[in-house]
């Protein structure tokens, strides 16, 4: 298996452009995140996907947005690009619900895309 | 505002000796995790202690959690050198979502 996969790996934008953040996993996971990480910052939950056609907001949406048509990717919009956008994005998923039980929310990584907008 | 915060910030310690590191945070919580980043890449998962569990180990790892104090510790007994890295403690709820703390970055030099 690859695990999570992300495209590109480095990006580099003018303010007002647009483009997709590409994430792919094929452990066939029903939760989907998006996080970004700045210096000397944890990771800050952008949105996240609980299924198919479901999405919802995480702490930090403004300026992104996200939609699920299938259960392998959860691509990320960037609609206006600006510099408070410079950051790290990783794209996580794990397992809905585990044996005996509910979601362990452990959340398997992919290795990010490093954004830098000008 | 992030859910976690870590302590301390920076850790520089020599290889063979212990590592730990601290972890708190704010509401209620279904399990809380740690994970570690090495440079310029995505997190691994260490370790889960659920919020009935006060003690869990893994290899070298130590895990645990007082939900009465709200915090965690993370100990790495007789540390590598490849056991430099970033760590970073989140808390879940059951939705796939985490919160993270800030992170602690452990220097381990031979």
């Keep these: ?118 | 505002s992030q859910q976690g915060e870590e302590d301390p910030q920076a850790l520089s310690i020599q290889e063979g000796e212990n590592a730990t590191m601290n972890c708190s945070y704010k509401t209620s919580i279904n399990n809380l995790q740690w994970y570690r980043q090495n440079s310029g890449r995505g997190l691994v998962h260490l370790i889960l202690i659920r919020s009935n569990e006060r003690e869990k180990h893994s290899g070298r790892l130590r895990v645990t959690l007082d939900t009465s104090k709200k915090s965690s510790s993370l100990l790495i007994t007789a540390s590598r050198a490849a056991d430099t890295a970033s760590y970073f403690c989140a808390t879940g709820t059951g939705w796939g979502k985490l919160q993270f703390g800030a992170g602690t970055q452990v220097v381990v030099t031979p």
């Design chain 1, 1 to 118: 298996n690859a695990g999570v996969t992300q495209t590109p790996k480095f990006q580099v934008l003018k303010t007002g452009q647009s483009m997709t953040l590409q994430c792919a996993q094929d452990m066939n996971h029903e939760y989907m995140s998006w996080y970004r990480q700045d210096p000397g910052m944890g990771l800050r939950l952008i949105h996240y996907s609980v299924g198919a056609g479901i999405t919802d907001q995480g702490e930090v949406p403004n300026g992104y947005n996200v939609s699920r048509s299938t259960t392998e990717d959860f691509p990320l919009r960037l609609l206006s690009a600006a510099p408070s956008q410079t950051s790290v994005y990783f794209c996580a998923s794990s397992y809905s619900r585990v044996a005996g039980g509910s979601s362990t929310d452990t959340q398997y990584f992919g290795p990010g895309t490093r954004l830098t907008v000008l």
